[in-house]
Each structure stands twice: as structure tokens, then as C-alpha cells.
């Protein structure tokens, strides 16, 4: 669905009309919807790596791999303020990824 929304919406800019405000609230828009899905990709897949790492060995496995650096950098996203964004589903979202960084390293 993600990439169906974001054909669309790079269809309507390719046809534009040259009208400079629409141009940006759809260019707006796109940045909205690829940073949602990013947010949703990586809280898939800590949260993969939280469900794999139930065991001490597991985890120990999990972090030999590389998957600390990577979840260290989930954990230090952070949302903006709501009064600079007024969008508080990406700020849940941040928070989402947070909690389940902490999980993923703490087991």
C-alpha cells in the first residue's frame, strides 16, 4: 500500500501544474509517507530481533552480528516537538522504535 501511495503521489508531481504551493505540499506529503514507512520497516525488524533473542545464547548471537551499532541508533531517535510537527503518530512511532530498541538489547 505504502509504495501504491507513493506512486501516486510521485505521478501527480511529474504532472503538476507548476503551481509552486502544491508542489510542496505534495513533495510534503512524500517525505510524510517515506518516513513513516521507515519507521515501520525498523520497528519490524527490532522487533524480529527482540522475539529471536529470548535466550541468553540467542542474544549473544544477535549482538556478534553487528546488531548493537543499529540498535544503539534506534534508541537515540527522538521526536521532535509536537508544537514544531503537530503530528503525533510519527512521534508515537519514535517512541514505538525506542521501546523496542531497549527491548531488543535488554532481552
Not at 512524500?30 to 535466550?55: D, I, M, P
Not at 541468553?56 to 514544531?84: C, M, N, Q, Y
Request: with cysteine.
Amino acid at each position: 500500500m505504502f509504495l501504491n501511495q507513493l506512486f501516486f503521489m510521485t505521478v501527480i508531481f511529474i504532472n503538476s501544474s507548476g503551481n509552486l504551493f502544491a508542489d510542496t505540499m505534495i513533495l510534503d506529503q512524500l517525505k510524510h509517507h517515506f518516513n513513516q514507512g521507515q519507521l515501520v520497516l525498523q520497528l519490524c525488524c527490532l522487533s524480529f530481533l527482540w522475539n529471536f533473542a529470548e535466550t541468553p545464547e540467542d542474544r549473544k548471537f544477535v549482538l556478534s552480528k553487528g546488531v548493537l551499532p543499529l540498535t544503539i541508533d534506534a534508541l537515540l531517535l527522538h521526536p521532535r516537538p509536537l508544537e514544531d510537527t503537530y503530528n503525533i503518530e510519527i512521534s508515537s512511532m519514535i517512541v514505538g522504535v525506542n521501546e523496542t530498541a531497549i527491548g531488543c538489547c535488554g532481552g
